[in-house]
Nanobody
Framework: VQLQAFGGGLVQAGESLRLSCVASGSIFSEFSRRMMAWYRQPPGKERELVARFTSLGDTTYTDSVKGRFTISKNNSKNTLYLQMNSLKQSDTAVYYC????????????WGQGTQVTVSS
């Protein structure tokens, strides 16, 4: 399975972006049963969890993005989305998708991610 994230770019603070991540090579059940998540790695920092689905299908977010970001998915397309509104400079990072938790047999090989750069 290959994870391909796209939709990043250079935007100004306050603007929006919508990221997509396709799990190509995955069959429907492999994608749909996983708790999919978005992660990000800011410059010079460790990768961190941004948003994810729970085992019940609910969504959770790290505090810094609550109310601004929305995670969603389309299981029939093996695609995960992240709608990012009111972007801040602190959101600048490479964004990745993968299963949650980020270890164990459910985790696929990490893709290249997509760069999001927010300017002031």
């Amino acid at each position: 399975v290959q994870l391909q994230a796209f939709g990043g770019g250079l935007v100004q603070a306050g603007e929006s972006l919508r990221l997509s991540c396709v799990a190509s090579g995955s069959i429907f059940s492999e994608f749909s049963r996983r708790m999919m998540a978005w992660y990000r790695q800011p410059p010079g920092k460790e990768r961190e969890l941004v948003a994810r689905f729970t085992s019940l299908g609910d969504t959770t977010y790290t505090d810094s993005v609550k109310g601004r970001f929305t995670i969603s998915k389309n299981n029939s397309k093996n695609t995960l989305y992240l709608q990012m509104n009111s972007l801040k400079q602190s959101d600048t990072a490479v964004y990745y998708c993968n299963a949650y938790p980020p270890f164990g047999s459910d985790v696929w090989r990490w893709g290249q991610g997509t760069q999001v750069t927010v300017s002031s």
